[in-house]
């Protein structure tokens, strides 16, 4: 350990003992941050002058030292040495809940000094390595808490969303076989219209297990550049002229021609398209359904805006939550899994942006994301 390195800040409101331990630390090799005369000044000078341990006396004006010691080791961990009178139990359980590694009794020796310092740095650094090992073990427990989310909703749609279209669409073209020589044209048309709603809510849901899924195991492609989000929501809107028209619904793409985010233009469709189809399936005949955009100098935040039936307050909480189950009926009795939103989530994060809903019950529902501004 090379003591011209080691930079050590003292805590000692007596001048006296200050003195006498700044010239045993000098007679030792070790270099001297400098004298704080109180609790509240030992913190001001831990955080401007960056010691590599700080002798610190525990009873002292405007802040004692045990205080000062645990805001200096959540602010910028470093190495203390507490200066005391009396070493009792309670105190050294204190210290230790302070982050405190080594003690020192007055009048300190010189060669107590370099033994407390020597102590105190290799203690610290054992903390810090524990500290390091907590963090990471929790980062995992959460890691795990979250595939088994995704594992527990993957089953579920497997086991419910997906079986029930199937079932459903089975049945159907059945009787449809059955009964297609005695069918009216107009039941013949509506025996075709389900089973086409039918396949068409199968397709958009297996396209969105399958890209979630890929967002798992981290095999999506991610190729961002400048998106047109205007046109985009033009195609966008074409895609939904049938479902418009079934529930006699009215869309206005409010997005300025000028609106240019740099993202990825698949994600990007993808995350405006699930929001839409969600808006459609809470909106009820005759309602309306808008896009709308706001820039600033770095993002956009763009909008999908519905006077549909709202979302409950509890809904609100889950919405975008894997490990919490939301299922709610369309207007028409469609129904859901919240993959959708999860995927939406997925999509704008790795965007580089954040999203996020407001609604009430009965009420407008507004899904905003934000993205960065093409320059």
Known sequence: MDRNNIKVLIAEDDFLIA???????????????????????????????KPDVILMDIKMPKMDGLEAARIIFEQCPTPVVIITAHESHDL???ASESGIAAYLTKPPKHDEIDRAITIAMARHKDLLKYKKLVAELEENRQKLHQLNASKDKFFSILAHDLRSPVSSLSVFT???????????????????SVIGNTSKG????????LLWAGFQINRIDFKPSA????????????????AFQHKNIQFRNEIPASCSAFADKYMVNTIIRNLVSNAVKFTSDGGKISA??????????????????GISDENLRKIFRL???????????????????????????KNNGEIWVESMPGGETIFSFTLPRSK
């Open 92 to 94: 050294v359980e204190k």
């Open 323 to 349: 490990d919490q189950s939301v299922s709610s009926i369309g207007t028409k009795g469609e129904k859901g899994t919240g993959l959708g939103l999860l995927l939406c989530k997925e999509m704008v994060e």
């Open 292 to 309: 709308i955009a706001e820039e600033d100098e770095d993002m956009i935040i763009i909008s999908v805006k519905d006077n549909g039936i």
């Open 174 to 192: 059945d009787q449809l076989i059955a009964t297609m020589e005695t069918l009216e044209k107009h039941e013949l048309h509506e025996y075709l």
């Open 202 to 209: 199968l397709s958009d849901l297996l396209e969105n297990l």
């Open 19 to 49: 003195e006498e331990i700044s010239r045993a630390l000098k007679n030792s090799g070790y270099t001297l941050a400098g004298i704080a005369p109180n609790g509240k000044k030992a913190v001001e000078l831990a955080g401007s002058l």
């Open 227 to 242: 998106v047109d989000v205007h046109d985009l929501v033009n195609s966008i809107e074409t895609l939904f002229t049938t």
